[in-house]
């Protein structure tokens, strides 16, 4: 008697999915001096390929809504992305493969309030660490530090638990979006207040004409996507 044929385990279903949507490639590796991915042999076309048929999924998974939530207002919604789970991986796998390469010790990711919650806590699993979340004022129970920070429209305040990371531990911050910098500027404040080390802010989107990046130097910026 012969038994049924069992189906494909879910994890390979996914990556053979995966596969249709990625050229083929021998070996992977990443030079950090060229800030791309690359083959190990230094055939980086192959990987550089790669990498932007990745991009161009995320890409693909952005929807713009012209005057939202306001008129002259571009608004980028990654909720297709979200729906995708080949595309939300991509994300994930992405921005585990930068940090692992440049940062070989890395403490917490700090999630921001909201979407940042959305990245944080799975990008963190990966790397097998921990996540704090930093949130709006009013959130957090116990004790906390706060920091105020400039709206359009008034002032706004950045929330975090007083032990949620001790003095000299590596942190990454992480979010959905950089616009002007004004909130991810506050959760640096917040880091530096409870004396940790910002090694990076890893967002998905980045909005280059608002400037955010310039804002929030000396800490570096790392983007997925970038728009004017």
Avoid: N, W
């Amino acid at each position: 008697m012969v038994s049924p044929a069992l189906p494909p385990p879910p994890s390979a279903m996914v990556s053979s999915a995966l596969s249709r949507l990625l050229p083929p490639s021998s070996s992977r590796g990443f030079t950090p001096a060229a800030g791309r991915l690359r083959s190990a042999g230094g055939a980086r076309d192959s990987m550089s390929g790669e990498l932007g048929t990745r991009r161009r999924l995320l890409e693909e998974r952005v929807r713009p809504f012209p005057d939202f939530p306001s008129p002259g207002v571009l608004f980028r919604d990654i909720t297709p992305l979200l729906k995708d789970p080949i595309a939300f991986r991509t994300v994930i796998d992405l921005l585990e493969t930068h940090l692992k390469t440049h940062y070989p010790q890395i403490d917490f990711i700090a999630g921001l309030d909201s979407r940042g919650f959305l990245f944080g806590p799975v990008l963190a699993q990966r790397l097998g660490i921990g996540c704090v979340l930093i949130r709006k004022k009013g959130k957090l129970p116990g004790p906390t530090e706060s920091v105020s920070y400039a709206l359009e429209y008034g002032q706004a305040e950045l929330e975090i638990q007083s032990d949620a990371v001790k003095p000299g531990e590596k942190v990454v911050l992480v979010d959905d979006l950089l616009a002007t910098g004004g909130t991810m500027c506050a959760a640096c404040e917040l880091m530096k207040k409870l004396k940790a080390e910002v090694l990076e802010c890893a967002v998905v989107i980045e909005l280059k004409s608002l400037k955010g990046a310039e804002k929030l130097k000396p800490f570096p910026v790392y983007s997925l996507l970038q728009y004017d």
